[in-house]
């Protein structure tokens, strides 16, 4: 295996550093890979929204270049990774495949535009691929600017934990392991589909979330709450996002385990040996 960042990690596999924007880089890593799980991107609703575009050259170019590099290196498959960001504010919860994506953020667009790149190097070139929407991820290694791990680390210090807008924001939150899972259902099957992947059994409001963190760690926090306008986030912020899985369900067998309070519970003890 060879994994392929622009940030430097100690990792026992094949690492390169480099950069998605560096096709001739990408090209050449992508030598003897039979199978592109492809990951790398511009993200953060703040980062994205003040880099615009940064995100396209990254989500968008970078996409065109791995494209390329399986193409000229006859790759068997791509599993990309796109984002419950393409559907914009939803019409209608849960939100199945089928709904119309109307991404409202730059960082939607050049999701669903990657998605779009991908089917056309199908389509013209034979390229084996699935898409992945992803609903909220978190995990024990993610970083604390991250709503979770910073409510965590926030109620970990018994510091206010600060809401951008009422908290009334619906978010579907799945723990790392469940996706990684559903990355690894697809190595053959699942080719030319797109499928919501998330945990939907326990969507919270983002108030509810703090709250809940409040109660696991028993933290002394106070909730408190920034209006959208005087916070660091735009209002193109989606209010609800409850994804339907029956698809990856029926297709691949896939059933997220791990419940928002052990998941919220691993990232409290990960916290706590690190600091
Ligand atoms: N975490 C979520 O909730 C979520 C939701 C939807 C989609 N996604 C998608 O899943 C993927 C992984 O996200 P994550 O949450 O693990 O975030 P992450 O930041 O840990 O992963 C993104 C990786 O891309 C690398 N990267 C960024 N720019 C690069 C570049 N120009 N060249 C090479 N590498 C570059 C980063 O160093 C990082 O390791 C991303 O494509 C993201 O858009 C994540």
């Not at 615009?52 to 270049?65: A, E, R």
């Not at 050049?110 to 995990?139: C, D, P």
């Not at 735009?234 to 419940?259: C, D, F, M, T, W």
Request: charged share 25%.
């Amino acid at each position: 295996m060879t994994i392929f960042d622009i940030k430097k990690r100690n990792s026992e596999t094949n690492f390169i550093q480099g950069d998605i924007k560096d096709s001739k880089l990408v090209e050449n890593s992508i030598k003897n890979c039979d199978y592109v799980i492809h990951l790398a991107a511009t993200l953060g609703v703040v980062n994205t929204e003040k880099n615009p575009v940064l995100t396209l050259d990254t989500n968008l170019g970078g996409t065109k270049n791995v494209l390329e590099a399986c193409r000229l290196n006859d790759v068997k498959k791509i599993i990309f990774s796109s984002s419950s960001e393409v559907y914009g504010e939803p019409l209608k919860i849960p939100i199945e495949e089928n709904d119309k994506p109307i991404p409202i953020t730059t960082y939607g667009i050049s999701k669903f535009a990657a998605e779009e790149y991908i089917k056309a190097y199908s389509r013209n070139y034979g390229l084996r691929y699935t898409i992945f929407r992803l609903f909220n991820v978190y995990g024990d290694e993610q970083a604390t600017d991250w709503v979770l791990p910073e409510f965590v680390n926030k109620a970990l210090s018994n510091q206010d934990i600060m809401i951008h807008g009422d908290g009334s924001q619906i978010r579907s939150f799945c723990y790392v392991s469940d996706v990684s899972d559903a990355f690894s259902k697809v190595l053959n099957d699942g080719d030319g589909e797109t499928f919501n992947i998330g945990n939907n059994s326990e969507p919270i409001s983002i108030k509810d979330l703090a709250t809940k963190i409040i109660s696991i760690t028993k933290s002394k926090s106070k909730i408190k709450f920034i209006p959208f306008e005087e916070s660091q986030r735009n209002r193109n912020e989606i209010l609800k996002r409850v994804p339907n899985i029956e698809k990856a369900k029926k297709l691949l067998g896939y059933h997220p385990q791990i419940s928002l309070e052990d998941g919220i519970r691993k990232v409290m003890d990960a916290q706590i040996l690190r600091k």
